[in-house]
């Protein structure tokens, strides 16, 4: 899908920093500085960096070409849906014996499709390249209220299709982040309760008190932890 030059590719003005870092050997500051230019852009800016380029070479090779001034959000759902041909998520037909489940038990013949995630997450990359390249938000394809539309459809229709409730999904992450939270302030009460405890046993009974509590301790701590 994607023609434009991977993330691998030679960034002259990183390659530029990378020599005069190593070749100035003068003084730590400017090697310092030299490093601190030529390091790499973040996983989310090269992948933002090859969705723009994709998107403009889509643009160039529209029939008949189009410019970025002229794309509108309709344009945006068009290579939304030409992306579907490199897609890897199975979504079934209203036909198919398996529609609606989450783990069907053989192959059908179903299309392929690119994901709702994948697609969301895309646009967002896309919105805010736009603006990064001198768009105006307010004229950005990217957020109409058009592709918004068509992201929450291809979600509620993959979701029947698959059988994937992408709300529940939601709401147990945030139930089981709830319980590590609870669990985790749990351990700290016990354990500072735990430390006063054996605090107290070693100045009363003296030598052979310290030690007593310090195994009630180790063993009462051993205990909540499993």
């Known amino acids: 899908m994607d023609t434009t030059p ?4 030679a960034d002259p003005s990183g390659g530029e920093g990378s020599s005069s870092a190593t070749g100035g050997g003068g003084g730590g500051g400017s090697a310092e500085g030299g490093s601190m230019a030529a390091a790499p852009p973040s996983r989310y800016e090269s992948q933002k960096r090859r969705d723009w380029n994709t998107f403009l070479q889509y643009l160039k090779n529209h029939k008949p070409p189009l410019t970025l001034a002229r794309c509108s959000g309709a344009h945006v759902i068009e290579f939304l849906k030409y992306l579907d041909q490199f897609g890897k998520t199975k979504v079934h037909v209203t036909g198919c014996p ?5 783990n ?4 059908c013949a179903c299309p392929l499709q690119q994901a709702w995630g994948s697609l969301d997450a895309l646009i967002g990359r896309l919105r805010a390249a736009y603006e990064e390249n001198g768009g105006r938000p307010e004229s ?3 957020g109409t209220r058009a592709v918004r539309i068509y992201l929450r459809e291809v979600k509620e229709s993959q979701a029947k299709a ?3 409730p992408y709300e529940k999904k939601k709401r147990k992450r945030a139930t089981a982040v709830a319980a590590n939270v609870s669990i985790a302030a749990t351990a700290t009460g016990a ?3 735990s ?3 054996g605090g107290s046993s070693g100045v009363g009974d003296g030598g052979g008190g310290d030690g007593s509590g310090s195994g009630e301790t180790a063993g009462g ?6």
């Open 104 to 107: 069907p038990p053989a192959p």
């Open 195 to 197: 430390d006063v405890a």
């Open 191 to 193: 354990a500072q309760v």
């Open 221 to 226: 701590g051993a205990a909540f932890i499993s």
């Open 140 to 142: 950005n394809p990217f």
């Open 162 to 164: 698959r059988g994937v």
């Open 98 to 102: 398996y529609f609606g489940h989450p």
């Open 6 to 9: 991977g993330p691998g590719a």
